[in-house]
């Protein structure tokens, strides 16, 4: 079993920046794979950066540029750090973890104004 707690997120005008956290707990030995996901109102729940346990990364394109994720090995947490936001990112973040199973964050608003 794993654990995960979310935070950071906000609200935050168009052009600024918020980070978000993801602490897990638990079997963190298993882990592969991590990631963010968010969904919009009336949206599909969407991939948007991911990383593995060998640190490589992945990012959805309409991020890329903006978004870096990482991950702290020594706190079990993983980060996205989210730039120049723009209306569009608003959604409700999720954090992803996956071993034999798939977990998930309670989720966090991220809302941008405009």
């Known amino acids: 079993q794993v654990q995960l707690v979310e935070s950071g997120g906000g609200l935050v005008q168009a052009g600024g920046s918020l980070r978000l956290s993801c602490a897990a707990s638990?079997?963190?030995?298993?882990?592969?794979?991590m990631g963010w996901y968010r969904q919009g109102p009336g949206n599909q729940r969407d991939l948007v950066a991911s990383?593995?346990?060998?640190?490589?990364?992945k990012y959805a394109a309409s991020v890329k540029g903006r978004f870096t994720i990482s991950r702290d090995n020594t706190k079990n947490t993983i980060y996205l750090q989210m730039n120049s936001l723009k209306p569009e990112d608003t959604a409700v973040y999720y954090c992803?973890?996956?071993?034999?199973?798939?977990?998930w964050g309670q989720g966090t608003q991220v809302t941008v104004s405009s």
């Open positions: 992803n973890v996956r071993t034999d199973d798939t977990y």
């Open positions: 638990g079997s963190v030995f298993r882990i592969a794979f």
């Open positions: 990383i593995t346990s060998g640190g490589s990364t």
